[in-house]
C-alpha cells in the first residue's frame, strides 16, 4: 500500500506545472491543437497564444474565418517581448476549398509580422494553385532573422533580392537552374552550413560555389523523357564541405560527371535510380574526387540489373586498386 500510495502521489497534473513548462509542451502541438486546451480552464484560456512556435498547418475541417481568427490571436496580434518572441513558424499552403479566397496579401501579412517578431526558423509546405507565391517568396527571402529555411512546395524561382544573412539552413525545389542566379544566392548566404537543394534538369553544367557549406544534399531530377536533359557534369566548389548526399533520378540514366574543390569532405552518398555500364567512368571519377573519406555508401537503385551492377562493380575495382 506504501508503495502504491508513493506512485500516486508522484502523478503530477498538466494544473500543477508552471506557465512555462505549459507553453514549452503547447510548442510541440500545431496551433488549432494548441488552441483547443483554451477551454480546459481560465488559466489556459491564453497560455497556448504565448508559444514560440506557430504551426498554422492546416485541418481539412477547419474553416476560413477559424483559421484567420487563429492566425490573428497567435501570431498577428502578438507583440514582441523577450518572453513573447516568435522562434518557429510553420505555413501549409495546401489548404481546403473553403480558404481558397485567403489571398497572397494575408499570408504576406503574417511573414512581415513574423519578421518583426524576430522569426528564425520558417517552414512553408503545400503549393500555390489558389494564391500568387511570388510575393509571399519576396516576404520570405526578406527576414533577415531567419537561421533556417524549408519550402517544401512545388519548385520555385529565386527572388533577386534576398537578406537572410543569418541563415544556416536552406532546403527548397528549384524550377529551372539558372547559374547566376544560383550562384548570387549562396553568395548572399554567407553563414549557410546546410544545404539541402532539389533541381529540375534542362542545363548541360551545374556549379555550386560555397566556402561555409558544411552539408549538401543535392536531389537531381529531369522532367521527364522528353523535356529536359540531364547535365554532363556537376562542379563542386566547398572547401569547408564534410557531407555530401547526391541522388540523381533520371528516365534515361545518365550521370553527371562530378569534379571540383571538397578537400574536407568526410562522408559521401551516392544514390542511382539506374545504372549502366556507360556510367563507369562518371562513377569512377566520382569515387576518384572523395578518394579521401571516410565513410561511402553507394546506393544502386536498378537492382534487377545484377550482371550490369557486378560488370560495373569489377571495372570500378580495377580502376581504383589497379
Known amino acids: 500500500m506504501a508503495s502504491s500510495h508513493s506512485k500516486s502521489k508522484s502523478v503530477v497534473s498538466l494544473s500543477d506545472l508552471p506557465d512555462e ?52 490571436s497567435s501570431l498577428l496580434s502578438r507583440t514582441r517581448s523577450s518572453s513573447n518572441s516568435l522562434l518557429r513558424l510553420r505555413l501549409d499552403l495546401g489548404y481546403p476549398v473553403s480558404l481558397y479566397h485567403l489571398t497572397d496579401s494575408f499570408f504576406c501579412s503574417l511573414l512581415v509580422h513574423a519578421h518583426a517578431l524576430g522569426l528564425r526558423h520558417l517552414t512553408i509546405d503545400g503549393n500555390w494553385d489558389f494564391v500568387d507565391f511570388e510575393p509571399i517568396l519576396c516576404s520570405v527571402f526578406s527576414i533577415s532573422s531567419l537561421e533556417s529555411l524549408s519550402i517544401n512546395i512545388l519548385p520555385i524561382t529565386c527572388p533577386y533580392t534576398i537578406t537572410l544573412t543569418r541563415l544556416k539552413s536552406l532546403s527548397i525545389n528549384l524550377v529551372s537552374y539558372n547559374s547566376t542566379q544560383v550562384q548570387e544566392l549562396l553568395s548572399e548566404l554567407c553563414c549557410l552550413e546546410d544545404l539541402h537543394l532539389r533541381i529540375t534538369y534542362g542545363f548541360d553544367v551545374v556549379c555550386l560555389s560555397s566556402r561555409t557549406i558544411k552539408k549538401l544534399n543535392l536531389l537531381l531530377l529531369d522532367g521527364g523523357p522528353t523535356d529536359y536533359h540531364e547535365p554532363d557534369s556537376l562542379v563542386l566548389t566547398m572547401p569547408s564541405l564534410e ?6 533520378l533520371s528516365f534515361r540514366a545518365d550521370v553527371p560527371l562530378i569534379h571540383g574543390e571538397i578537400p574536407l569532405i568526410r562522408k559521401a552518398v551516392l544514390t542511382l535510380d539506374c545504372l549502366c555500364r556507360k556510367h563507369v567512368t562518371e562513377v569512377a571519377q566520382f569515387l576518384n574526387c572523395i578518394s579521401h573519406v571516410e565513410e561511402l555508401s553507394l546506393n544502386l537503385k536498378e537492382k534487377e540489373h545484377m550482371e550490369v551492377i557486378m560488370s560495373i562493380s569489377q571495372t570500378l575495382f580495377l580502376s581504383i586498386f589497379c
Open 243 to 248: 557531407l555530401l548526399c547526391l541522388t540523381n
Open 21 to 72: 513548462v505549459v507553453i514549452t509542451v503547447l510548442s510541440l502541438l500545431p496551433t488549432c491543437k494548441a488552441a483547443s486546451t483554451s477551454v480546459i480552464s481560465r488559466r489556459f484560456r491564453h497560455l497556448w497564444k504565448a508559444s514560440p512556435s506557430v504551426d498554422l498547418s492546416l485541418l481539412k475541417s477547419i474553416s476560413r474565418s477559424s483559421y484567420v481568427t487563429m492566425a490573428n
